[in-house]
């Protein structure tokens, strides 16, 4: 049994850890040499003797550990992230953790309201010829207009009327997280096959008891894959947001304040927890998906 079980996990690793592993490696290989090629001619330049008098192992160590480098080394990045998360507070701003939080806030938020806003959408639009042609063709232009542009127009309009911290980000989150959803929802909703929407009729079902026993249960494969896109969206919009408004706060603010400082560094530390906040939140999507549909039939 013991060893029945070892070349399970040997299997297992070989299948789905190897590949991830050596694709790892080889970003890392790849992000080194990048590094010491973009940073070398400022090392040369401001760090080297003039005089020539250095050996490329001088020179391969002044690009590793440059204070202001064109591209960070992988272990500068991970020195600066680390010193971030033990170093500090959570409560203070040079921790990412606190940035983080506010960061997710928005795009929780954001992801709520895209997602409601895409289901009454897709709802509307299967059950309307009317809002069919009036409405989609409208959604799929409204992505056509880059956020950046969105943005500081949302921003200045709430605004006005008086909303400012999480509100104005939440919607610009909003408006990337409905539209994956609104898509996927018109095309799970209208996934029945007619026979099916036919047996109900049969039964003097009315539209909505169609909708809640039919359409939602046959439209979550379809659901599931578009708040992972949603969700992820969010977390680009809330960033985004977060540029124009000049936010102390924020992974956003962050990116921000280290491109006026020129601290490359904190810009790809910055990076690197925005992702993870993005894998977290997709891979909490998920476990929902698998959560909801671990009953479902498999066709």
């Known amino acids: 049994m013991t ?24 970003v890392l290989l790849v992000w080194y040499g990048a590094a010491w ?14 005089d020539g008098a250095w050996t490329w192992q001088e020179l391969l160590r002044a690009t590793m550990a440059m204070q202001r480098p064109v591209l960070p080394a992988p272990h500068q990045v991970a020195l600066d992230f680390w ?7 959570l409560d203070s701003p040079r921790n990412l953790l606190f940035h983080v939080a506010v960061t997710a806030e928005s795009t929780l938020w954001g992801f709520v309201l895209g997602t409601a806003l895409g ?56 408006y990337l997280c409905f539209f994956p959803v609104t898509v996927a929802m018109v095309q799970g909703l209208r996934s029945p096959q ?66 006026y400082y020129g601290n490359t560094i904190q810009i790809w530390s910055a990076l690197v927890m925005s992702a993870l906040l993005g894998l977290t939140l997709t891979t909490v999507v998920a476990g929902v998906e698998r959560l909801v549909l671990r009953n479902r039939p498999q066709s």
């Open 3 to 26: 060893d029945t079980f070892r070349t399970s996990r040997v299997t297992r690793f070989q299948r789905q850890g190897l590949p991830v592993a050596v694709m790892l490696l080889a």
């Open 37 to 50: 090629a973009l940073n070398a001619p400022g090392a040369i330049e401001r760090v080297l003797p003039a």
């Open 83 to 89: 010193s971030s998360l033990v170093d500090w507070p």
């Open 119 to 174: 289901l009454f959408l897709s709802v509307c639009i299967v059950h309307s010829r009317t809002l069919d042609r009036a409405l989609l063709p409208w959604i799929v232009a409204s992505q056509t207009v880059p956020v950046l542009a969105i943005a500081p127009i949302v921003l200045v309009i709430l605004g006005s009327l008086g909303f400012a911290g999480v509100a104005p980000k939440a919607v610009i989150a909003m």
């Open 194 to 259: 007619r026979i099916e929407t036919e047996m109900l009729h049969t039964y003097a079902a009315t539209r909505w008891q169609t909708l809640w026993l039919l359409r939602l249960p046959a439209a979550l494969p379809f659901l599931f894959p578009a708040l992972r896109v949603g969700i992820a969206a969010g977390l680009v919009g809330a960033m985004v947001a977060e540029l124009p408004t000049g936010a102390v706060a924020g992974l956003g603010a962050r990116l921000l304040t280290g491109s």
